[in-house]
């Protein structure tokens, strides 16, 4: 009789990842694994991030103009796609205003919709 919980020998449980912690999340303990195969035993400490901060709530700017062109092209990419609010560090009242604002600017041909 075959037991039914070994179906095939590469079953691995749910929330097991690659790096060997038994949590569900890549970022489980604050270390993550290391291929180099150094003297540290292959584990490394993560160095926190600096904190993205928004730049529109440091200077208290009320308004964003849309016909600021040089502006939001700071939050757009080559091909003309908006950041997001966590990469481009504004909050999210800024971040609304931003996306209004080339939203206009899109609307009466100063920004391309496509790069």
């Given at each position: 009789m075959v037991d039914d919980n070994r179906r095939n020998d590469s079953y691995e449980p749910r929330g097991g990842s690659r790096y060997g912690n038994s949590s569900g999340g890549s970022t489980g303990g604050g270390y993550r694994?290391?291929?180099s195969g150094g003297s540290s035993g292959g584990f490394h400490r993560r160095r926190p991030r600096t904190r993205k901060y928004c730049k529109f709530c440091e200077q208290k700017v009320i308004y964003i103009d849309f016909k600021n062109l040089q502006l939001l092209?700071?939050?757009?990419?080559d091909r003309g796609k908006m950041?997001?609010?966590?990469s481009s560090g504004n909050c999210?009242?800024?971040?609304?205003s931003v996306a209004t604002a080339i939203?206009?600017?899109r609307a009466i041909a100063l920004l391309p919709y496509v790069a």
């Open positions: 694994r290391s291929y092209r700071n939050f757009m990419n950041f997001s609010g966590h999210a009242k800024h971040q609304r939203k206009r600017a």
